[in-house]
C-alpha cells in the first residue's frame, strides 16, 4: 500500500520539521509491514517537488492541518483528486479537532481524525487493506477518533482514549524529511497536552486538559539518536506546558549532565510559576540556555480574565530566578483579550523594561470552542467573517473589538509597542538573511565544531547577542529614541528605567 503523508504549510509559516506528522509516519512503518510511505513538507519543498509528489499514484493520502494552512491543503487535494479521483484523502491535526463534524461538509475530504491520530490512522489503514483499498461504512463506525459520512449524514464517531504512555511511540521518522533544509534547532516534544485552562486557548480541543510526559531517559535517548544520525544541533522543546512536573525536568536535567550530552536547549512553554531556584541552575548546568514563557499580559485582572491561573507576582519572580543563572527570557504578551485597554497594554510595556527581557506581543485570535470565541459572539463584535482559516491572513491582524477596547486603540497599543522597541508579531515568515546565517552557522559551522567548543561558543555568542540587545534597548528607552513619543522616561540608580 502507497501512503502519502503532506504538511500543507505554506513559506510564511516557520520552517521546522512538522513533528506530529514524524510522529504519525514512524507510527505507521512501525506497525505496518506492507506500507510505502512518502512525506511532503510543503514548507521547504520547490514547486518541481510538489509537482511531482502530487502525480504519484496513492491509495491513501493523510494531511495534518492547522486552521491557517486549511486553504492551501484543499488546493493539495484538488491537484491529488485531478490525478488520481480514487485516491482516499484522510485529514488530521489541531483544525480537525477544532470544527469535528463541520469540517466533512468539505466534499473533497473522505474521513478524518480528531484528537490523537496515530492508532486512529493506524486503523484506517486496516480497514483500507481489508476492503480492497476502500472505505467501508460498517468498519469505519468501529474506529474511534473518527468523522466520516453515511448516506450524506457526517458522523462523529466517539474520542478515542490517549496513549497513556508515550514512550511506547517510536521515535519521529526524521529519516523521510530533508533534515538538512530545516535552518535552526532540532524540535522536540516531551508531553502531550496541558492541564491549564485559559480561556484563549484550543489546546484542550485538541487534548482535553490531559497531560502526558515522556520519561528522561525516552527524551536524552532520541537526543542522542538525532544528533548521532543528523548532526549537532541545539534542541527545542516546543511543549504546551514543559515543567508541571518539577521532578521530572529534575530527572530531565540528571539524564541531560549524567551522560555528559553538551548539547545547549531551550524550552518553548514554560511556567514560570512552577519553578525553583535550585531546579533553575540545574537546568542551566544541564544546558538550557533560553526559555519562552507566555505572560500575555502584566495586569493582574486580566491574568485573572485570562485563566492563567498564575499572579504577576509568581512570574516576576520565575523570571529573576531564570536570569540570575543566565538563562534568556523570551515573554510572549497578547493584546487584545476581555477587559484590555491601553492602560494594560502600557503596564505590559512597562513590565518587558522592568524585567530586561526579549519580548513579543501580538494580537489575540480566537478559535472556535475556546471561551474567547465565546465571548466574542455574547459580548464583543467580529471585524472579519468569523472564519478562523482567514484569522492569520489578515494584516494587521485585528480580527474583533471589545466594548472596552475597540479596533482603533489595538492600532494605538500595537504603535506603543513598536515606539518601545519590542517586536509585534507579523506573519511574514523567516527572512532570507536570518535563515541564511542559521544554515551556514549550524551546518558548516556548528557541527564542524568538536563538541566541548561548540557548546561553548553557543552560549558565549548568545551572551554577546544578549549584550547589545540590552544596550540597544537601553539606548532607545533612555537616550531619545522611537520610546519618547509615547513616554517619558526617568533613569533610576542601577540603570533601571520607569515609565511616568
Known sequence: MKIGLINPANEYVEKQLPLGLAYLASYILSKNDDVNVQVL??????????????????????????????????????????NNPNVLIVFGGPHVSLMRGQ????????????????????????????????????????????????????????????????????????????????????????????????????????????????????????????????????????????NVSLVRVNAICHEFINNKMMIPWGVRGLRADKLTLDLVKKMHKAGCSHVAIGIESANPEMLKRMGKNETIEQIQHGIQMLRSVHIDVFGQFMIGNPGETLSTVKESIRFVKQNDIRAVFSTAVPFPGTQLWDYIQNHGRFLIEPDCTLFERIEPRIIFETPEFSKEEVLKAIRLVEEAGI?????????????????????????????????????????????????????????????QSAFRFVLRPGGKTRLS
Open 41 to 82: 513538507d510543503a514548507a521547504i519543498a520547490s514547486k518541481k517537488e510538489i509537482a511531482s509528489f502530487i502525480s504519484e499514484q496513492y491509495d491513501l493520502v493523510g494531511m495534518s492541518v492547522t486552521s491557517f494552512s486549511y486553504r492551501d491543503a484543499l488546493k493539495l487535494v484538488r491537484a491529488l483528486k485531478e
Open 103 to 242: 469540517l466533512l461538509q468539505e466534499p473533497l475530504i473522505d474521513v478524518a481524525v480528531y484528537g490523537e491520530g496515530e492508532i486512529t490512522f493506524d486503523e484506517i489503514i486496516e480497514s483500507v487493506r481489508k476492503n480492497k483499498k476502500r472505505l467501508n461504512t460498517e468498519h469505519l463506525q468501529t474506529i474511534e477518533g473518527l468523522i466520516y459520512r453515511n448516506n450524506g449524514e457526517i458522523i462523529v464517531n466517539p474520542q478515542r482514549e490517549y496513549i497513556k504512555d508515550l514512550d511506547t511511540l517510536p521515535f519521529p521518522a526524521f529519516h523521510l524529511f530533508p533534515m538538512k533544509r530545516y535552518p535552526g534547532k532540532y524540535p522536540m516534544i516531551t508531553s502531550r497536552g496541558c492541564p491549564f485552562n485559559c480561556v484563549f486557548c484550543a489546546s484542550p480541543k485538541m487534548w482535553a486538559r490531559t497531560w502526558r510526559a515522556r520519561s528522561a531517559k525516552n527524551i536524552v535517548a532520541e537526543v542522542q539518536y538525532i544528533i548521532k544520525h543528523f548532526g549537532a544541533r541545539p534542541i527545542d522543546f516546543h511543549d504546551d506546558s514543559f
Open 423 to 483: 517586536r509585534v508579531w507579523k506573519q511574514a515568515g523567516v527572512s532570507l538573511r536570518d535563515k541564511s546565517i542559521k544554515q551556514i552557522w549550524f551546518k558548516y559551522i556548528y557541527g564542524m565544531l568538536p563538541k566541548v567548543v561548540s557548546y561553548n561558543v553557543y552560549f558565549l555568542l548568545r551572551r554577546i547577542k544578549a549584550f547589545v540587545r540590552r544596550h540597544r534597548m537601553n539606548y532607545l528607552w533612555n537616550k531619545g529614541g522611537r520610546c
